[in-house]
């Protein structure tokens, strides 16, 4: 059983991820473990666990600038801000062709990039996938379709925020299947505004 770590914490297991070829629906999102942990990830479903890969944008390579954000208030500042400019990019922007690689590649991968990491399937505790109502659209952020809040016996919690209708919708189908009475689905697909919005 291949052992390693990644982004501190053991991404564990190759085995149990190898196993499951052309069985993993992905999904992309802003995933937050701390302001020094976040980033956009590719989330692939697998049977036995939640692979989070760490993506690279065409045209900018790691999340960010890469540059040092030096240390107190500024440093945090400046963090966000380049969080906020390349976490939130659309989707179109970022590498592709990640689905199309074996576990081996992906896990290869995850080794090389720090924030990666595997919430296995014994020790994710609860999951709750939500929709931002209308006011928080109006108000907040529009591009947000929706948010999912896992909490894992070792990682802790581990928040995602979702901003495209068709990763929404991988989510929404292959998280359930995956994590049976563990995930409470808080959200509803309105057919008027095309959106997914909090279940009534």
Known sequence: MAT?????????????????????????A??????????????????????????RLRDYGNLG?????????AGASA?????QRYG????DKWETGLDAKGEDELLELARERRKSFVSKLDEIC???IDAPGFFARTLGDSSLEGTITLRD?????????????????VAVDALPRRLGDRLQLNVQFDRNSRRFVPKR
């Open 79 to 83: 963090a966000w801000n380049d969080g």
């Open 126 to 128: 609860a999951v709750s």
């Open 65 to 73: 600038s890469g540059q040092s954000y030096g240390t107190g208030l």
């Open 4 to 28: 390693f770590t990644a982004g501190h914490y053991a991404l564990q297991s190759a085995t149990i991820l190898a196993e499951h070829t052309g069985d993993r629906p992905s999904f992309q």
């Open 88 to 91: 939130f990019a659309p989707p």
């Open 153 to 169: 016996r070792t990682l802790g919690k581990v928040y995602a925020e979702i901003r495209d209708a068709s990763a929404m919708s």
């Open 30 to 55: 802003d995933v937050s473990r701390g302001l020094f942990n976040s980033g956009h990830f590719q989330v692939f479903a697998m049977p036995q666990g939640l692979l989070f890969l760490e993506m």
